[in-house]
């Protein structure tokens, strides 16, 4: 059964502050969790309500064949923790501590830039688009929402344990970064190339800005893509245009 | 000033069996409502609280002009009406009864088919990505989410007003209107024809299935089609795939 002292640490994960402190975070459901056991994240144990426990051998199963320790938690304790209404009786918690870095050496050869993404959703669908696309590195500007917020892991539906880093750094850094590797580098805005006119190296980083404001004027230096429409409506979801143009650069057909 | 009565018809509007009842739903925000009045939604009024009538000239010029009627409300009594945390202080009652239909004559040469859709941050998404690529009408199955909640209209940043029609409709009679009219209808899967390979007529429609359980077995019998990835994760958001699918069905380049 679950400490009192672990229900408070785990209560504290819906604050950035302490996810950061304690490098650890909460992942909810059953779909989820088994997504992130996939991915080999580093899971400390899983909590299970006493009817889940019961009603998903299965999921037992799995977690005694891969080794995941697990206990009991009462409705009320896990109900302090989760960040859901309804919650499916399953949490798990996560060590984060090797996914964020800084600076990173073995980056991959396609890279995502998130500059100033403000909405977890957007942030956590980003990741998982990344995730189908096969890209492993994604690096965000220090102002983009925390990857490690509840509601942003719940939309990554697993994905921010496939890459295999998150990059978390100042503008600056970032650009020097991406012009010391030469980088074929990118910015989707409402105006530029057309996405499907692009011809990119194999070796490209595509920046995708914030909801309210488009990619910083730190990046106006580099080449701008668009993504052709009828004019009719503003823009599109940074998201939505985020998995539109990953899949012209990727799927080159 | 507003009344007593009209801020609690207005208050009920976040239930759906009232807008359904009343025709009516609420817009928050500036550009929400710039956005519907571009796209002459029936507005009947929009209420202000006093600082927002102060700070935003050009836009009391605006419903000047478009001859809207605006009038104070107070911020406790907008609170009570708003579904959003953090208000911009601004609110716009509108008429939704023109949008809905079950059957339509006029429909467009593109039409987007929506089974099930449970997110209403979806709906709305693809709402957006719709008026994106001048798609005028969308067809929801009665499972699908209301389309005028208010997380739907917010994500759809007045696309719900650029549509012509919203056909909601049980999915047999889907499917006989589809046939009867001759599309070229597919379904997004997992498996499938590549999206890029696909060739089409440009009278066609693109039916996406639930965030849970895809196109449902009613629509089996139409050809599908899907997104290449790399297999690292079971999906896509059902609101990128439909980006990225009418990118490609749109922007035939």
Known sequence: MISKNRIKLLSSLKVKKYRDKNQLTILEGYRLIEQAINFNADIINVWLCPEAIDSNPMFIKNLNFKNISYDLINNEDLKKISGTEHSQGVIAEVDISKYITKVNDKVSDNLVVLDGISDPGNLGTIFRTCA?????????????VDPFNFKCIRSGMGAHFYLQKIIINNTQDI??????????VM???????????????????????????GVSLDFDTFNKVTI?????????NVSVAAGIILDRLVNKY
Do not use: R
């Open 228 to 236: 052709p429409g009828k004019q009719s409506i503003e823009s599109l």
């Open 132 to 144: 189908w696309y096969g890209i492993k590195s994604v690096v965000l500007t220090n102002n983009t």
């Open 187 to 213: 910015c989707a805005d409402l105006k530029g190339i057309k996405i499907s006119e692009v011809k990119t190296s194999s070796h490209w980083a595509m920046i995708f800005g914030s909801e309210a404001h």
């Open 175 to 184: 650009i020097k970064f991406l012009k010391d590797n030469d980088y074929d």
